[in-house]
């Protein structure tokens, strides 16, 4: 029997395609907001939404750079090039730094971050041989490119907004006025710095000898005694960002762009939307906000013209993600917040599919909401009967697309939505409508949320119905809702801080939502476990069915499930509280997850359970929650927060996508869907061939849930066995003894859990 499957085996055509492989992470960093641009190496960098990319303009190569790669961490504050070493030195929001070589080599430097200053905040960079001043709310760190240290840290008790080097001094401006220190004597005393002057700036620059300032209204001035550090009046006009270059001053304002010389000459130009700007050879690279990178002539006579377009890699259009949802290897994500106190997100809706993001129509439907109304996009259902056609729900009501094109928009206005405060000036932005969710039916169900009627529902003809209760109205926060298999609704209600407590609704319309008579329903706030103790839920985030049936719901407490969810309308109803052996002797276990709070809950094709936390990362445990199998974290991994809100997987990839309060990472799981049978034609290994620099996993896709794996070599000896975790099976290419397989073809055998179907194929390995 054996020999005839291998036979078989050799008739099967093996895909040599691409894959992510176990265990990779991605970061899908927004890069549609370009807000500053530096010449390193022959490339243009740019900072682009707290991340960074690179523009060669020889050969028209763009490069992201990320915490998975080769970065440490998440959230540029500003970059800096320092010619003299050759390097490009990147400071986070955070305080850590990197300095990358010319090589695309970096190296970190925690020593900022790790600090024990009080206020880190960095107000500003500038450059001086091979330092890097950074002034600091804190004073000025300086930091030693060449010897890759903190040199000095010069703390004079003021916050330090903006300093130059000039004739051996550093001229630091801070809140409380001008401030000089002579380099060469003990800047570590706060008595060596001297106060010039109280006039407050919060910027200043050396233009060939001439110091031009900046107050915090952002106009220009001069200092015309360096002595006495007195400010002269140059112009008017309010700016926002400065690029100095070849002697020369760049005021960007809103519309004009005005450059100033050493002898105070100015000139203005209109602004074609530029930030910031770098030159490389003739060319004017600027950073010009939601346009990214553009290519410019310029000259004194016409100012800035146009000569590379719009360079911006393919990428989200904001960091913006909030609630995710896949349907058939679609992420579509939503980029604003249920949250108290209420944080302004700009409406932010879009899709990523085979490898390309797409942004859904929003002028149309931003000229018509208006700045105010145009916020907070808070959950997407996509059509089950057309992939096409989706709605979301938002601060100012339920919006319809078609196409990614936007349809219709529906509020208090038009619709039997209702607001908050409908006699608000902006009455519109207070029709919170969350949850959106299909029944089996075809219903469309949502939230109109803290209202009279809570729940709202659209009828596959279009018609719109009411479902009240009392025990519901005027709660704050309801954002998901979940059909059972048995066709019952779990609709979750989070605590918005105020009187309300979080708690379950769960709802049996037995079928009929026109007819109340026959319903069902239960709302609750107290939770009693296996073992009695009770708890009172504060915040409710989520609810879960895993493939078992089992309901699985996180809150403040930590996670909670109910293996017998029919019993939910008795009175004596409890859930289950996970406990995770200690395996120490004792024969002790301690509450899964216990007192951290669980936002979000994803099942993987294994069953097994993916829990997205707020300050504690990521957990996956196994099916019933006894055993954790990873913890991700900020520090263990290239996960970008700690504060999860929002977990999708993609079962037929395994791929897991983490929403996150900074933006969106994910991580190529070892689980898919498992598929019904077994199938020689559906059965794949990645990557084929294994060639000599591939160290990572071989993966196993197209199985059963349970599949016995069995790995033979040419000779049909046996060299591994395992079994898979839902559709997917990933090892490392060695023999069970732990010996690395030698080159030629191996053998995958297959059989479902019962041994009564079977599937085959092959690889190659080359070493």
């Not at 904001?318 to 349907?327: C, E, G, T, V, W």
Request: negative net charge; aromatic residues 12%.
């Amino acid at each position: 029997m054996l020999r005839s499957v291998i036979a078989a085996v050799f008739l099967c055509v093996t895909s040599l395609s691409t894959y992510a492989a176990y265990g990779d992470w991605t970061i899908y960093n927004a890069y549609h907001n370009a807000t500053k641009t530096v010449v390193f190496e022959s490339s243009v960098y740019v900072l682009s939404d707290g991340g960074l990319y690179s523009y060669n303009p020889e050969d028209t190569h763009v490069e992201t750079y990320n915490k998975v790669y080769p970065l440490s961490d998440n959230g540029i504050h500003d970059i800096a090039v320092v010619t003299s070493t050759h390097c490009l030195v990147i400071i986070y929001a955070n305080s850590n730094i990197d300095i990358m070589n010319a090589k695309g080599e970096v190296y970190n430097m925690p020593d900022l971050k790790e600090s024990a200053l009080t206020d880190k905040t960095i107000n500003n960079v500038y450059v001086s041989g091979s330092d890097v001043y950074i002034s600091t709310n804190s004073g000025i760190v300086v930091l030693d490119t060449r010897r890759r240290v903190i040199s000095n840290t010069y703390n004079f008790g003021h916050i330090v907004t903006s300093i130059i080097i000039d004739n051996g001094n550093i001229i630091a401006v801070t809140p409380d006025g001008f401030y000089v220190g002579r380099i060469g004597d003990n800047l570590l005393d706060a008595n060596n710095w001297i106060c010039k002057s109280t006039s407050q700036f919060q910027k200043i620059f050396n233009v060939d000898g001439t110091y031009i300032v900046i107050p915090t209204w952002l106009q220009l001035r001069y200092i015309s005694d360096k002595e006495k550090m007195t400010v002269g009046y140059v112009d008017n006009a309010n700016f926002t960002t400065f690029s100095l270059i070849d002697g020369l001053l760049f005021c960007f304002g809103a519309n004009e762009v005005v450059t100033i010389d050493k002898d105070r000459n100015l000139t203005r130009y209109s602004n074609p939307g530029i930030t910031h700007v770098c030159k490389l050879g003739n060319t004017y690279w600027a950073a010009c906000g939601t346009e990214g990178l553009k290519g410019y002539k310029f000259d004194t006579t016409d100012g800035f013209t146009p000569t590379v377009s719009s360079v911006i890699p393919n990428s989200p259009i904001r960091n913006y993600f909030y609630k995710l949802q896949i349907n058939d290897g679609r992420l579509l994500s939503v980029g604003g917040t249920l949250e108290f106190p209420i944080v302004q997100n700009t409406y932010t809706v879009m899709k990523y599919e085979n490898g390309t993001w797409t942004t859904f129509e929003e002028d149309k439907l931003h000229a018509e909401l208006g700045d105010i109304l145009f916020r907070n996009s808070m959950a997407i259902v996509q059509d089950p009967n057309d992939s096409e056609h989706h709605f979301v729900g938002a601060s100012a009501g339920l919006i319809e697309y078609r196409n990614y094109k936007y349809v219709k928009h529906y509020d208090h206005t038009n619709s039997p939505l209702t607001s908050i405060l409908p006699d608000d000036r902006y009455a519109g932005f207070y029709v919170r409508t969350t949850g959106l969710n299909y029944d089996p039916q075809g219903n469309l169900w949502l939230f109109n949320n803290e209202c009279d009627t809570i729940i709202r529902i659209i009828r596959p003809d279009g018609k719109w119905l009411a479902y009240y209760t009392q025990e519901l109205a005027g709660h704050p926060t309801f954002d998901r809702a979940i059909f059972d298999q048995r066709g019952w609704v779990w609709i979750n209600s989070r605590n918005s801080g105020r009187s309300n407590n979080g708690g379950i609704f769960v709802l049996d319309t037995n079928g009929t939502i026109n007819q109340r008579s026959d319903d069902r329903q239960r709302f609750f706030y107290i939770i009693t476990n296996q073992d009695g103790t009770t708890y009172q839920v504060n915040t409710l985030n989520c609810i879960t069915e895993d493939l078992d049936g089992t309901i699985w719901i996180g809150c403040n407490w930590g996670t909670f499930a109910t293996y017998n969810p029919t019993g939910v309308f008795n009175t004596d109803f409890t859930f289950t509280q996970p406990k995770v052996p200690r395996n120490d002797g004792t024969n002790y276990a301690d509450y899964l997850l216990s007192e951290i709070e669980v936002r979000c809950i994803a099942v993987d094709g294994g069953n097994r359970k993916w829990f997205g936390t707020f300050g504690n990362g990521v957990y996956l445990t196994n099916a019933d929650g006894s055993e954790i199998l990873q913890h991700f974290t900020t520090d263990n991994s290239p996960l970008i927060s700690n504060d999860i809100y929002d977990i999708a997987i993609d079962g037929s990839t395994g791929e897991v996508y983490f929403a996150t309060t900074k933006g969106l990472v994910s991580y190529s799981g070892d689980a898919t869907d498992p598929l019904a049978t077994l199938d020689d034609a559906t059965m794949k290994v990645y990557p084929n061939p294994v060639r000599p620099e591939y160290q990572g996993p071989i993966t196993v896709t197209g199985l059963m849930s349970d599949t016995n794996v069995k790995i033979v070599n040419a000779a049909g000896r046996l060299v591994h066995e395992g079994k898979s975790t839902g559709g997917q099976y990933t090892w490392t290419p060695r023999t069970t003894s732990g010996q690395q397989l030698a080159s030629g073809i191996y053998y995958v055998l297959a059989t479902d859990a019962d041994g009564h179907k079977g599937a085959a194929t092959k690889f190659l390995i080359v070493k």
